[in-house]
């Protein structure tokens, strides 16, 4: 299966605690996503990269909220101090600007719950 | 801003009871419009990609239209499988390609 992954597929930590995910997209996908989703909700942008250079990122991106794509392959998340409201299904999607195609193509996504 | 309104919020069919979703938006540019189906604890499953008022795609009983204001993701003659949240997504033309999502419409489909 060549489609996007992410691990772990759910965390539970306590407040204050850091915690990291990984993303591994489509193989060749240069574009790669983070997003946020709360019960009920659409998915919502956090912050994206072009290979390895962070290109975006959203105002819901807090200075606790750090994302990597070192090699411009897998993408790591890294939430510091976690508080309850961290407390979502944080998804991972990747694109290629080969071809002309826009569609990104998410992964499981990890749930993350904080106690 | 971007913004996307799916209505409506939930749905209930019986198994072969056509139906139509809702996905009004409204975005400086349209690059695509896109449909997801997301299944409960899954991530969004693509669907469709619309780029132009007027256009369709079809694929098995679903088919999504695309107007200047709203497109429609039609089900015809449902089954149980196909209960899931259906979500709704603009990208503009301006700007990194990032998407913005409706909140999505729950459908339940019952034998």
């Known amino acids: 299966d060549t489609g996007v992954s992410q691990d772990p597929r759910h965390k539970i930590t306590k407040r204050g605690q850091n915690v990291t995910f990984r993303c591994d997209p489509i193989s060749e996908h240069n574009r790669l996503y983070w997003y946020r989703q709360t019960l009920g909700q659409g998915p919502e942008f956090l912050t994206y990269?072009?290979?390895?250079?962070?290109?975006?990122k959203s105002r819901l991106l807090s200075d606790r909220f750090s994302a990597e794509r070192p090699k411009g392959s897998f993408s790591t998340l890294e939430i510091q101090r976690t508080e309850q409201g961290d407390s979502a299904m944080y998804l991972c999607?990747?694109?290629?600007?080969?071809?002309?195609?826009?569609?990104?193509?998410f992964g499981p996504g990890t749930r993350l719950t904080v106690t | 801003e971007d913004q996307v309104t799916q209505s409506p919020e939930a749905l209930r069919l019986q198994e072969g009871e056509s139906s139509s979703l809702n996905c009004s938006y409204t975005v400086s540019g349209l690059r695509g419009l896109f449909w997801y189906r997301q299944d409960p604890g899954k991530g969004p499953e693509f669907l469709f990609t619309l780029y132009s008022a007027g256009e369709e795609k079809e694929k098995e009983r679903l088919k999504a239209t695309l107007t200047k204001k709203e497109s429609f993701l039609h089900i015809t003659a449902p089954k149980p499988e196909d209960s899931a949240t259906y979500l709704c997504?603009?990208?503009?033309?301006?700007?990194?390609?990032?998407?913005?999502f409706g909140k999505g419409t729950m459908l339940l489909v019952s034998p």
């Open positions: 999607a990747s694109s290629s600007l080969e071809g002309g195609g826009i569609e990104q193509y």
């Open positions: 997504a603009v990208q503009a033309g301006s700007g990194y390609s990032t998407l913005t």
């Open positions: 990269f072009q290979n390895e250079a962070q290109l975006e």
